[in-house]
């Protein structure tokens, strides 16, 4: 008979045991801490999470050059950009409450499973205490989602479905760029004014969130003004060639193609559109029209001149007169020798606005932090007087309502601003149908 | 009516991509027994010739103009191609607006080289190794290509126009007896369509007619009694793959103007054109021309909104449903021939 105290099955019990708590997630063992990856007192880290390959690996490249100089003049390196015309004075150029800012990169390949994952081995390996960045909506919802799980904030980067504010919004996530129901918003006077109120509308849709909503709110905007829809067609992300989608428009009785369409797949439907001689076209006595609701600059550069004198909104444009606006692009036009796109802006701007709400509440803790970004009012950031709304966490400020340029004078001249939408015209209520659906919850600081 | 023969039209320049890189794929795998998955990486190699004979049509002097100012309110700065300067304004530019029929020359060396290159250099390593051998590592060459194009010219796509005289459409209703405006068609679209017709005729006759190709068509059909005969196959099938680097080349050199090339360009088409292969028969030229287009043909039909009201989403299964059936039916394809790819 043996003495010893060790038996089979307490071996077994004792080895399960152990071998499940190593395995566990470190995001859902972040106990010990007072919150998900509390910094140290020497520095902070932040993550970039940025398509950089892929379909839009150029606007991932844009929006890391923005997160670098943003982490720059965090740091108190370079001219400072828009630190200097922001209204909040609460950054000193000293890092974030003293602690010298660091940052980690990781690629989404602007697929939703990459992308979580990327941000995981961020959160979990390199201990970043924010993620910012991304170039598609279903990225940015399912990487929200993962913040709100991990405890840490999510300032997102490019996104535009109605939903990422709407049904899927969470707590710990912020959105400084506009949706879909404003670009609607925006767009439809200006349609009606420009091409009248009798007129029919066929929609060419992505489909996924984005595409969806964008759709509805175009449909819901447009009919307000009096045009009818002639049809709504889904296309498939990443259709290449889109001629057997346009050619059921050329007899379809309608007069307007609105393109619900981003990168790649706008250029390829636009540059198809124009093939199959749309805009040379004239239905019911009027000039055939083409509508791109979301623009951004690299897309337009695609398109080429495809997109001469077609109406679209941008979250801001690099053309705008105001001091924060001439600061960013002045800073990174120096740095980078080209003009920021309104991705960069966004994913600049929110970096300085995580960084701004954590000196103000005096804290890393993201409930802390959500908190100081929830209903706080700032201006200097290039869009005039913005809300960062507490109910939905979406910021209202004003819309930009573009055109493509007639005769561009250099790469950069592709775009022409039409008309600032004021604020008070794209606000809607937080129980809009069209964002109904999802809770916000309650914030988790990981703890 | 005029729907249906849209989407015909629309099927047959969609199919004639598909048929110039099945019959690539075909030719290469007929000969050197090689399933290559680089192939759409050459497709897309062609297009960035247009890319990069635009560009260097384009090279420019710069002037500083006092009275601009560029985007940081500095003194802008003027490019003026050198053409220009050599031809004169409105030559050079009309140079420039023609750079991609011109990259057809171009890029025909190019290709040719390129494909000596993959040939000699890395696929003649894997002759003798396992189908999946051959289909990794040429899948790894596809990547790096891709890699090395993104890495100079960005992932954005690139605005490639056909030249003004083409860059129009043709009511082509009106020429049959339809109302105006019923079938409208894009010149460069119909261009793409006879080109192809052309290039597959040329293959064709190349094969046929020629001496050259009557000893490739006799390896492709037994290689070991062209070997005993005392002729050397293996470089007339080195050859061929060049020239099927350059039809890969030259589809998407045309394809440029259709839709803006991106590093991704060749990937879009290469799973398709796979299953053109498959479906055409494995080995066989006629079926992967024959594939190629009865595939693009009912892609087009199946995104009518009448077709996709009845079966929503069939646009984007269709053809590997058809792939499904023919193969179901006929397991060799529509024209494989009894041997191949059955060892």
């Not at chain 1, 100089?69 to 974030?96: C, P, Q, R, W």
């Not at chain 1, 775009?415 to 109904?436: G, N, S, W």
């Not at chain 2, 409208?184 to 119909?190: F, N």
């Amino acid at each position: 008979m043996s003495n010893s105290k060790f038996t089979r099955r307490g071996v077994i019990k004792t080895g399960a045991a152990a071998g499940a708590g190593l395995a566990l997630p470190t995001i859902f063992t972040g106990a010990a801490n007072a919150f998900t990856n509390e910094p140290g007192a020497g520095s902070v880290k932040i993550g970039f999470n940025v398509p950089q390959s892929g379909p839009y690996a150029d606007e991932g490249l844009d929006e890391l050059r923005a997160q670098e100089l943003a982490v720059e003049h965090l740091n108190g390196v370079g001219d400072g950009g828009m630190l200097n015309t922001f209204s909040s004075k609460a950054l000193g150029g000293n890092g974030i409450l003293g602690r010298k800012v660091e940052f980690v990169t990781g690629n989404t390949n602007t697929k939703s499973d990459v992308a979580r994952a990327s941000a995981k081995s961020m959160i979990e390996k390199d201990g970043v205490i924010m993620i910012n960045g991304g170039s598609s909506s279903g990225v940015a919802i399912a990487v929200q989602g993962l913040c709100q799980e991990a405890g840490i904030i999510f300032m997102a980067g490019l996104t535009h479905s109605n939903d990422t504010t709407g049904k899927d919004k969470k707590a710990n996530g912020f959105r400084h760029f506009f949706n879909a129901y404003m670009s609607g918003a925006a767009l439809a006077p200006v349609l009606e004014n420009a091409y009248g109120s009798d007129r029919n509308a066929y929609h060419l849709t992505s489909d996924y969130t984005w595409g969806w909503t964008q759709q509805e709110s175009m449909v819901a905007s447009t009919e307000a003004h009096g045009w009818k829809t002639t049809n709504t067609v889904l296309t498939p992300v990443g259709a290449g060639d889109f001629s057997s989608y346009i050619t059921p428009v050329l007899n379809s009785g309608a007069d307007v193609l609105v393109l619900n369409h981003y990168g790649r797949d706008m250029i390829n439907s636009i540059t198809a559109a124009v093939q199959f001689g749309l805009r040379d076209k004239q239905v019911n006595g009027k000039d055939f029209q083409i509508v791109v609701p979301l623009y951004s600059e690299l897309m337009a550069e695609g398109a080429g001149e495809n997109i001469k004198g077609v109406y679209g909104s941008m979250n801001w444009n690099w053309q705008l007169e105001d001091a924060g606006t001439a600061a960013f692009v002045k800073s990174f036009g120096e740095k980078y020798g080209r003009p920021p796109s309104n991705s960069a802006h966004t994913c600049y701007v929110q970096t300085l606005l995580y960084a701004d709400a954590v000196a103000r509440a005096g804290s890393f803790n993201p409930c802390a932090v959500g908190e100081a970004l929830e209903g706080f009012e700032f201006d200097g950031m290039g869009n005039g007087p913005t809300l960062y709304r507490a109910e939905d966490h979406q910021c209202f400020k004003d819309v930009l309502v573009m055109k493509g340029k007639e005769n561009p004078e250099n790469q950069f001249d592709i775009l022409e601003k039409v008309e600032t939408t004021p604020r008070a015209q794209v606000e809607y209520a937080p129980d809009h149908p069209m964002f109904a659906g999802g809770e916000l919850g309650a914030c988790n600081s990981g703890a | 009516m005029d729907a249906i023969l849209l989407q015909t039209l629309n099927g047959l320049d969609k199919g004639a991509a598909y048929a110039l890189i099945a019959l690539g794929l075909t030719l290469i795998f007929g000969t050197l027994g090689v399933v290559n998955f680089a192939h759409g990486a050459l497709f897309m190699i062609g297009s960035f010739c247009a890319v990069t004979l635009q560009r260097l049509l384009s090279i420019s002097y710069t002037t500083i103009d006092p009275e601009k100012t560029d985007f940081l309110g500095n003194p802008a700065k003027i490019e003026t191609p050198y053409i220009e300067g050599w031809f004169g304004p409105e030559i050079g530019a009309a140079i420039i607006d023609w750079s991609v029929p011109l990259a057809i020359i171009f890029a025909i060396p190019i290709m040719v080289t390129l494909g000596f290159i993959m040939e000699r250099g890395l696929i003649k390593h894997f002759y003798n190794r396992p189908h999946a051998d051959q289909i990794l590592v040429t899948f790894g060459l596809a990547i790096v290509l891709q890699e090395i194009i993104k890495y100079y010219f960005g992932a954005n796509p690139i605005p490639t126009p056909a030249p003004t005289a083409f860059k129009g459409s043709l009511d082509i209703g009106v020429m049959i007896g339809f109302d105006p405006n019923a079938i409208i068609y894009p010149i460069w679209r119909l261009i793409y369509f006879v080109f192809s017709l052309i290039v597959i005729g040329g293959i064709f006759a190349f094969l046929r007619f020629t001496t050259f190709g009557m000893v490739v068509r006799a390896g492709m059909a037994d290689r070991e009694t062209v070997g005993l005969l005392g002729i050397n196959i293996d470089k007339r099938f080195t050859i061929m793959f060049g020239i099927a680097a350059a039809v890969a080349g030259l589809a998407g050199v045309m394809y440029t103007p259709i839709n803006s090339p991106n590093y991704e360009f060749g990937m879009e088409f290469l799973v398709l054109s796979f299953v053109v292969v498959v479906v055409g028969g494995m080995g066989s030229l006629p079926g992967a021309v024959m594939a190629g287009f009865l595939l693009g043909i009912l892609g087009s039909f199946a995104s009518m909104n009448e077709v996709k009201q009845i079966f929503p989403g069939i646009d984007q299964i269709i053809i590997y449903l058809v792939a499904i059936i023919i193969l179901l039916v006929r397991p060799r394809g529509l024209m494989g021939r009894k041997g191949v790819m059955e060892e």
